[in-house]
């Protein structure tokens, strides 16, 4: 039963690179931008949710909603100060801006709080291991990719069903038209930001209880591999990150297992190169725009 | 109802509309006509706020409206059905008709509103769960101005709504923006199809490389000699 203990481990890891990939590919499908500083909003997320847990003592689920209310409100900022007035430039001018906000925000939490890793507190979360039909399962992976399917959830639902989420989906489509609609594309812009932004704060402190370990230059590798998986599900697709993120956790579990791993983040980059050669859009992407 | 003052509109260096004055009363169809690359779409663009005009200003409802941001124009009763359609292609029909309705807030209203639409298209209400991309192009501009009443609008610009569909498809499109205008909607019309458009409008203004030429009644410009020669193909 081994297998499923591998299976259960990578959907976990899978799930916290998808509810990365999820800013990575809302904010790409609104604004065509790879926002580079994503996985460093991550990062702040992982230590806001640290100070709250270790300086305030707040349990699990406060420090998951505050780290996610910082997030969204700095991604906010992030959009509002760097990329808004780049909206109608080159596309290589916002993705220099977005490396360079990439590296100020890394270098900013050096600067403020230096460059020493933390070890998040153990016991925020029960660790125990579960027999599931003969695999030893730890309970916080389970509890893990509980919060990140109803995060998912809840963010279908906004994107389904609430106004903002139509609206979001609209300006993506076509912006001009939305503008036409009587929607306010700036403020939708900065609400895709939040939701985004409030997705990778989650994903920080669940990261960080899960590994322990945090840094300020640990939302490099899993930035580099949540837009993998974007691109693997295809950029701007929601349901593709989603499912991006869990192919990409359960390749790396099983590249581990085999024994490989060393060969653990070559694998996430073998698959960019192969979808990028054979099948560019992704599994979710579409091929052809069906505007007129 | 609409007045434009002598408005200068500019694409960077590339200026498009030239001093162009017009005038839209409540309750009438005027039409504009002209070539490829008049500057029809950069007016109604203009008007519904997605351009601004350099100099020259815009009054709707004895208010200036230049300058202002297509959501408040929205709000204020002005709606634009854009060339080419531009539906929501990933969203259903109902979607599109309920973002129409982005900026009122009464959702009693909007529901009636959006029975009133199937009404006026049949078509529209049997394929009201269906993606829009997936319908014709008949169906399609059906659907960008069932969309564009939705905002309830007293003045309803629409661009080329005839274009690239079946003569049985125009009439039928033609008769619905007349059926729109009974029912007490303002409608300033951009056509290519001159003749059509002169067929069910009030008013006609011709626009010729940025700059309005003749204008008068439509049968007035029916009836000009100029305009069967460029428009109404010849004689
Ligand atoms: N985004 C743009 N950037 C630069 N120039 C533009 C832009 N859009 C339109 N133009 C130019 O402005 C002029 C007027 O264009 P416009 O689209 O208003 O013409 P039109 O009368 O609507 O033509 P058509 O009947 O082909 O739709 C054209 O010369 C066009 O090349
Ligand atoms: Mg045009």
């Known amino acids: 039963m081994e297998w499923l203990q591998q299976l259960i481990n990578g959907i976990s890891l899978g799930s916290i690179y998808a509810l990365i990939a999820l800013g990575y590919t809302m904010v790409y499908g609104i604004i065509k931008l790879i926002n580079f500083a994503h996985g460093d909003v991550f990062m702040v997320g992982a230590f806001v949710g640290f100070y709250a847990i270790k300086g305030w003592g707040l349990g699990f689920f406060p420090a998951l909603i505050l780290s996610m209310a910082f997030c969204a409100v700095f991604g906010v900022l992030i959009e509002r100060i760097a990329y808004k007035r780049l909206r109608n430039a080159t596309r290589i001018a916002a993705l220099i801006t977005a490396i360079g906000m990439s590296l100020f925000i890394e270098y900013g939490t050096i600067y403020v709080r230096g460059a020493q890793p933390e070890a998040y507190p153990a016991g925020v979360l029960p660790s125990s291991s579960i027999n599931l039909f003969g695999a030893h399962i730890n309970s916080q992976a389970l509890l893990i990719l509980l919060v990140s399917v109803v995060l998912m959830i809840i963010l279908q639902f906004i994107v389904q069903r609430t106004k903002m989420g139509k609206a979001m989906r609209a300006v993506s489509h076509d912006m001009e038209a939305a503008r036409l609609m009587g929607i306010n594309v700036d403020q939708t812009i900065s609400f895709t930001f939040a939701i985004g932004s409030a997705l990778a704060g989650a994903a920080g402190v669940i990261f960080g209880i899960y590994y322990t370990k945090i840094d300020p230059l640990m939302g490099v590798i899993p930035g580099l591999k949540a837009f993998v998986a974007a691109v693997l599900g295809g950029i701007g697709s929601i349901p593709g990150a989603m499912v991006g993120g869990i192919i990409l956790g359960v390749v790396e579990s099983i590249v581990s297992a085999m024994g490989?791993?060393?060969?653990?983040?070559?694998?996430?980059?073998?698959?960019?190169?192969?979808?990028?050669?054979?099948?560019?859009?992704?599994?979710?992407?579409?091929?052809?725009?069906e505007k007129v | 109802m609409l007045k434009v003052n002598d408005i200068n509109v500019f694409y960077g260096n590339i200026q498009a509309l030239k001093g162009v004055s017009l005038e839209v009363k409540e309750g009438e169809i005027v039409t504009l006509i002209g070539a490829n690359g008049a500057g029809k779409s950069t007016l109604l663009k203009t008007l519904s706020g997605l351009l601004k005009p350099k100099t020259g200003t815009i009054e709707y409802m004895g208010k200036v409206v230049s300058g202002k941001v297509p959501q408040a124009i929205v709000k204020a009763g002005i709606s634009h059905v854009p060339e080419g359609r531009r539906v929501?292609?990933?969203?259903?029909?109902?979607?599109?008709?309920?973002?129409?309705?982005?900026?009122?807030?009464?959702?009693?209203?909007?529901?009636?509103?959006?029975?009133?639409?199937?009404?006026?298209?049949?078509?529209?209400?049997?394929?009201?769960?269906?993606?829009?991309?997936?319908?014709?192009?008949?169906?399609?501009?059906?659907?960008?101005?069932?969309?564009?009443?939705?905002?309830?609008?007293?003045?309803?610009?629409?661009?080329?709504?005839?274009?690239?569909?079946?003569?049985?498809?125009?009439?039928?499109?033609?008769?619905?923006?007349?059926?729109?205008?009974?029912?007490?909607?303002?409608?300033?019309?951009?056509?290519?199809?001159?003749?059509?458009?002169?067929?069910?409008?009030?008013?006609?203004?011709?626009?010729?490389?940025?700059?309005?030429?003749?204008?008068?009644?439509?049968?007035?410009?029916?009836?000009?000699?100029?305009?069967?020669?460029?428009?109404?193909?010849?004689?």
């Open chain 2, 88 to 235: 929501f292609s990933n969203m259903s029909v109902e979607e599109n008709l309920e973002l129409g309705a982005f900026t009122r807030k009464n959702s009693r209203e909007i529901r009636e509103d959006l029975a009133k639409v199937y009404e006026l298209f049949p078509r529209l209400l049997e394929r009201r769960k269906q993606l829009s991309g997936t319908l014709s192009g008949g169906e399609q501009q059906m659907l960008a101005m069932g969309r564009a009443i939705m905002a309830k609008p007293k003045l309803l610009l629409l661009d080329e709504p005839s274009m690239g569909l079946a003569p049985l498809m125009v009439k039928q499109i033609f008769n619905i923006i007349e059926q729109i205008n009974k029912a007490g909607t303002t409608v300033l019309l951009v056509e290519q199809n001159a003749n059509m458009a002169l067929s069910v409008a009030d008013r006609a203004y011709v626009i010729e490389t940025g700059r309005i030429g003749l204008n008068g009644t439509a049968a007035e410009l029916q009836a000009s000699e100029d305009i069967k020669k460029a428009y109404l193909g010849g004689a």
């Open chain 1, 260 to 289: 490989f791993s060393l060969w653990r983040d070559a694998a996430a980059f073998l698959i960019l190169i192969l979808i990028l050669i054979f099948k560019p859009s992704g599994i979710f992407g579409k091929n052809t725009r």
